[in-house]
């Protein structure tokens, strides 16, 4: 469980994470690796919020749109 941060901002992130993981063939491909390694679900779920997180933060700081910084 976590139970640090903000709650409100962290349930956005997974609910972002487990979209991009089902919609986004790169996020899709990277959580199904995670899972084959031993991950759990969540735990592969929340491993792609933090990916989209950085990704989105590169997008801001090289003013990318997504086509260009996708992983």
């Given at each position: 469980?976590?139970a640090g941060?903000?709650p409100v901002?962290?349930?956005?992130?997974?609910?972002?994470?487990l979209?991009?993981?089902?919609?986004?063939?790169?996020?899709?491909?990277?959580?199904a690796r995670?899972?084959a390694?031993g991950k759990?679900p969540k735990?592969?779920?929340?491993?792609?919020?933090?990916?989209?997180l950085?990704v989105?933060?590169?997008?801001?700081?090289?003013?990318?749109d997504?086509?260009t910084?996708?992983p």
């Open positions: 469980r976590i941060g903000r901002i962290r349930s956005l992130l997974y609910l972002a994470g979209q991009a993981s089902r919609r986004d063939p790169a996020f899709a491909a990277f959580r995670l899972e390694a759990r735990q592969a779920i929340i491993a792609v919020a933090r990916k989209l950085t989105l933060n590169a997008m801001l700081r090289d003013a990318k997504y086509a910084a996708n």
